[in-house]
């Protein structure tokens, strides 16, 4: 059996990882440089993770590479150019579980706008009295969805379940979420003029970086609401201060920050006090999690096989006949 490494492996998944290839290294660190190299370079599976970066420089030092499966939907990390022209196999996880992000986007809704975290302190504190604590309904307001491939068609249903009007951004249209859900496909100006709550379900590209920029900002409606669950990148974040800072935003709702690795840039932006955060967790629950790693799993035994690996990466075949999503002030 080829030599087989695992990265960025959580201490509570490292079984499941040594139950089926009990010969695998495992890391559970994030590598990069030099240990990134020797932990790889015998290696002919690697299976990682969003954190270690597969640019070119690493992959031309890793010459046993031939499949390289990524336990995530996204592969902006791989240089899957330099991997094609090396014959080496990219693999992801097309959907481990869009549903978890899409609740993870009403977690923080409701926990938001119902005023959870400051009641459960005001109670701890031994006052049981609601005044102060009013809440805003979901029934009734318009969600504005920008992007609906797996994880905004999960979004479209729960919205659909609360009794929202939904408004929908996006090049592809998913003529099941316009019939069964009532969602409506509008430009990006109308849908953030008309929308309550935004929320960002897109990749990041030259053609989405800051596409909620200072303009987009100015044509929301007064104390609309921003959920981000997909990349921080898609934020002008200097922006979203600015706008909670005037009051034209009311919250934002942040999974995802643009500054990531430089956390002292957010330090304004987080510490504000209509600012709710959470570090990267949409995506981590029991079965996603578990999703991710099976499917992993899969896209490795198939490539042992000698098969075509079902999970690689490829272009998909879409419909897309509607304009580009594309700033305000493109």
């Known amino acids: 059996m080829s030599s087989t490494v695992f990265l960025e492996v959580d201490a509570e998944d490292a079984p499941l990882v040594q139950s089926r290839f009990p010969d695998a290294v495992v890391h559970s660190g994030v590598l990069s440089g030099k240990e990134l190299i020797a932990a790889c370079v015998e290696a002919a599976v690697v299976s990682c993770f969003i954190h270690t970066q597969f640019p070119k420089e690493i992959i031309e030092k890793l010459p046993k590479l031939k499949l390289l499966s990524t336990r995530s939907v996204g592969f902006d990390h791989i240089d899957t150019n330099v991997c ?27 926990s938001t706008l119902r005023h959870i975290p400051e009641a459960d302190k005001k109670v701890e504190g031994g006052t049981f009295d609601y005044h102060g604590l009013r809440g805003m309904a979901l029934r009734g307001k318009t969600i504005g969805i920008v992007g609906t491939g797996k994880i905004g068609k999960n979004v479209a249903k729960i919205a659909h379940g609360f009794g929202m009007k939904i ?37 990041e590209s030259k053609e989405t970086h800051h596409l909620i920029d200072a303009a987009a900002f100015s044509s929301m409606k007064p104390g609309a609401i921003l959920v981000n669950t997909a990349r921080g990148s898609l934020i002008d974040s200097a922006a979203m201060l600015s706008a909670l800072q005037s009051g034209k935003l009311a919250y934002a709702l942040l999974d995802v920050l643009e500054h990531e690795r430089n956390f002292a840039e957010n330090k304004a932006l987080i510490g504000h006090p209509h600012v709710v955060t959470t570090p990267h967790i949409a995506f981590y629950a029991d079965d996603s999690m578990r999703n991710m790693y099976l499917d992993a799993f899969q896209s490795i035994d198939q490539w042992q096989q000698g098969a075509v690996p079902e999970h690689v990466i490829a272009p998909p075949t879409v419909v897309c006949d509607l304009p580009p999503v594309a700033k305000l002030s493109a």
């Not at 022209?85 to 996880?93: F, S």
């Not at 019939?179 to 935004?198: G, K």
């Open 84 to 110: 094609k022209a090396q014959e080496i196999i990219v693999c992801n996880v097309p959907d481990y579980g869009s549903h978890v992000i899409a609740e993870h986007v009403f977690a923080l809704l409701l």
């Open 167 to 203: 408004l929908a951004v996006d090049r592809c249209r998913v003529l099941e979420l316009e019939q069964s859900c009532d969602m409506r496909y509008v430009t990006l100006p109308e849908l953030l003029s008309l929308s309550d709550i935004i929320t960002l379900h897109i990749p």
